[in-house]
């Protein structure tokens, strides 16, 4: 599985982090710190991913097709 993080709707909430601190990483302003980039999912963290991805408000977390 492997998600996408748009850097132009990321507002730095930080729910993803909270949510799923296995999966998503936040900066020292609290954006997501993959935002503009695709990550890899480890194997196990898919529900985690999923969840972060619903609650993040501004929707700027996706799935992106292998
Ligand atoms: S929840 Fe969404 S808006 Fe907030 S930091 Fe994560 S990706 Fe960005």
Redesign the pocket.
Known sequence: MKVE?DGT?????????VLAEDV?R?DDE???AD?DSIIEVVPGHEAAAEL?MR????G??ATVDD
């Open positions: 993080i709707l990321c507002s730095g909430h930080g729910r993803c982090f998503y936040l609290g954006y997501n935002r972060g609650n993040c408000p501004e700027a977390i």
